[in-house]
């Protein structure tokens, strides 16, 4: 009998899966948001490159306005703005977002939507400047979850970057 509950243990013991759990770091901070061109309140697409990995943030319409405001600027991700975990076979540039024709390579290997979380752009005037603007942008409460259940949350960005606009006159 004993070698019996043994031997079940055993089995149960190498049964058992973790169902292939990884535990990604996705660390953006030391490298510089981007963009197409120049940027101005039309501009919806911003992105930080990390050799072969990028982050991309897609606002939602309407959401930099040339003007300061006195509270910041909320957008909720997953149902407002967009943002988006790539890897890819090999280290990418701005090329590759900037292209009219997009690259065939690099290849995307991965790719992972946040569920939620939510984006805060704090809109300044820019000192002795009544023409320009400075928009910071911050993330806090990012969920991306992979096709696999895999989560990464709670991840924050408190500055994933800056832009400056010029209204036009």
Do not use: W
Not at 17 to 38: A, E, H, K, Y
Not at 62 to 67: D, F, I, V, Y
Not at 121 to 143: G, P, Q
């Amino acid at each position: 009998m004993k070698k019996s509950l043994f031997l079940v243990l055993i089995i149960l013991f190498y049964s058992c899966d973790d169902g292939d759990l990884t535990i990604d770091t996705i660390d953006f901070d030391s490298v510089d948001m981007q963009n197409c061109d120049t940027a101005d309140i039309d501009t919806t697409v911003f992105f930080k490159i990390n050799d072969d990995e990028a982050l991309i943030l897609e606002l939602q319409s309407g959401l930099l306005l040339n003007e300061a405001s006195t509270t910041d600027i909320v957008s909720t991700i997953g149902s407002g703005s967009n943002l988006t975990y790539r890897v890819f076979s090999e280290d990418v540039s701005s090329t590759y977002f900037c292209s009219d024709i997009p690259p065939t390579l690099p290849t995307v290997l991965s790719e992972i939507q946040a569920s939620n979380g939510v984006l805060n752009i704090k809109t300044e005037a820019v000192e002795n400047d009544t023409l320009s603007f400075m928009h910071t942008f911050t993330l806090s409460d990012i969920t991306f979850e992979s096709d696999n259940n895999s989560r990464i949350t709670n991840l924050t960005i408190n500055d994933f970057g800056t832009i400056t606009t010029v209204k036009s006159e």
